[in-house]
């Protein structure tokens, strides 16, 4: 966790989010960049959980990681975990199971490339 007495940029909020996700095993991360394209956020960080349990905890850990760090963020979607957003203002994260993620393909609505899922790793 980042130790700062002033408060944290943007950037640096992004920063630990994605560090947070890749320690809680978060699979196919990826940025989506909104600046100038809409007005709900600057960024969506959009990841895989490979089932409801592992999709709950990432979102549920990086939401306690956020408030221990003093950043208030938002959760929706816990108790179902299918999907579930966290909420940081300029930055919203959806976590995914694979399923839902290729359903509703978010990165296709905001022209960015879908990850190919990695066989065997």
């Not at 905890?57 to 299918?82: H, N, T």
Request: hydrophobic share 45%.
């Amino acid at each position: 966790m980042l130790e700062k007495t002033t408060p944290l940029t943007m950037e640096e909020i992004y920063n630990e989010i994605i560090k947070l996700l890749d320690d809680k095993k978060a699979e196919n991360i990826v940025t989506i960049d909104l600046k100038n394209k809409s007005y709900i956020a600057d960024k969506l960080v959009i990841v895989t959980g490979s089932s409801t349990r592992q999709v709950g905890a990432i979102a549920e850990g990086l939401y306690r990681e956020l408030k221990a760090m003093k950043i208030k963020s938002v959760i929706e979607g816990i108790p179902q975990c299918d999907w579930v957003i966290v909420d940081v203002g300029d930055i919203i994260v959806h976590v995914f199971r694979a399923e839902v993620r290729a359903f509703y393909n978010l990165e296709k609505m905001w022209g960015a490339e879908m990850p190919q899922p990695s066989f065997g790793s």
